[in-house]
């Protein structure tokens, strides 16, 4: 996914959200202040702050609302 596209979602509002992984996981981000995103890079910190850094060519799609990740974080 092109990283504007996410950088777009984060400026629309503050309404949390997912990040859909290639592999079937899913990323919450409840809030903006979670997430970095570079132009090669996403970093995403998650429960007992454990930071998962994906590729942005992975993130097939952004679903709306909270939801638990599916499996470990890379």
């Known amino acids: 996914m092109n990283t504007n596209v996410i ?3 984060l400026a629309e509002e503050t309404k949390s959200f997912c990040l859909r ?3 079937g996981r ?3 981000v ?3 202040d979670v997430i970095a995103v570079g132009q090669n ?3 995403v910190i998650g ?3 454990k930071v998962s850094r994906v590729d942005p060519h992975h993130v ?3 679903e709306e609302g909270p939801q638990q990740s599916n499996g470990p974080s890379n």
Do not use: G, K
């Open 21 to 23: 992984l290639s592999d």
């Open 7 to 9: 950088r777009e979602r």
């Open 30 to 32: 409840p809030h903006p």
């Open 41 to 43: 890079v996403i970093l």
């Open 26 to 28: 899913t990323l919450p």
């Open 60 to 62: 097939v799609s952004i």
């Open 47 to 49: 429960e007992n702050d």
